[in-house]
């Protein structure tokens, strides 16, 4: 009863013609470079995140149509309504007030700072973000890293368009840190295998919640945040979530 409550309303904003010509389906920004969670491969969108956000809405009877793009672009197209929503988004102070956010993220992830093999690391325990003051930190364009790192001026960041490139920059001496979570930079190094060995971690930031944010000014950006709010519960508590986790899992570990 409460899923059929809530689709009332949005069923007839999607049925709208004129914005939308198939009734129960939108179409969602997909992050198209930062695999395992979403990426451009074999010409459509795939990765973890891209089936968690298809199952969400399939949970609750709306079909997601994704369109890769470039994340800086994705999100500012989700700020200005032209798409309803886009992922995988880090909720920082920042944005805050230019999303709309569901009361849960997807899941959580970590960003790790990476150094070449031979840095030297004084701090025990590892780095951490204040740390990282005064240091050239490679970073990629539109990403946020989480509140105390994006909100803090004393780093001097070196902004590339993608993950490959920032670890390229500390070969060059171009810049002394990244940061990628591990999943990203233990895929990043099977596909690039001049890359693998020579860097290592020597830091990390806080955990960070991975959300699909939705626009303030599309039409249907309020409805399908709360479509997909519920979608998202559901897949929590029945185990779909579970399992797409652990078939990425899998395969990220090659298994």
């Not at 626009?215 to 479509?227: D, F, I, Y």
């Not at 979608?231 to 986790?245: K, S, V």
Request: proline share 5%; hydrophobic share 40%.
């Amino acid at each position: 009863m409460r899923r059929r409550q809530l689709l009332l309303p949005l069923a007839g904003l999607l049925s709208t013609p004129a914005a939308w010509p198939q009734a129960r389906t939108v179409v969602v920004g997909a992050e198209d470079d930062w695999f395992p969670y979403s990426a451009l491969v074999d010409g459509r969108a795939q990765g973890l995140t891209v089936d968690l956000v298809t199952a969400a809405f399939a949970a609750v009877g709306i079909t997601a149509r994704m369109e890769p793009l470039p994340y800086a672009r994705c999100m500012a197209q989700t700020k200005s309504g032209s798409l309803a929503a886009c992922f995988n988004t880090t909720r920082t102070e920042q944005i805050e007030k230019d999303y709309l956010w569901t009361s849960r993220p997807m899941f959580e992830e970590r960003f790790l700072i990476w150094g070449l093999v031979d840095d030297v690391v004084t701090r025990p325990g590892g780095l951490m973000v204040r740390d990282l003051e005064g240091q050239q930190v490679a970073v990629t364009r539109g990403y946020e890293y989480g509140t105390e790192f994006d909100g803090n001026p004393r780093i001097v960041r070196v902004v590339t368009g993608q993950d490959e490139k920032n670890f390229r920059l500390l070969l060059k001496s171009r810049a002394r840190y990244t940061l990628s979570p591990d999943a990203n930079a233990r895929l990043l190094f099977q596909r690039h295998p001049e890359l693998a060995g020579r860097f290592k971690v020597v830091g990390q930031l806080d955990a960070f919640g991975i959300y699909t944010a939705f626009s303030r000014t599309h039409p249907l950006g309020t409805a399908l945040r709360a479509a997909f709010d519920d979608g998202l519960r559901i897949i929590q508590a029945n185990g779909t979530a579970r399992a797409i986790h652990d078939r990425w899992r899998q395969r990220i570990q090659g298994r």
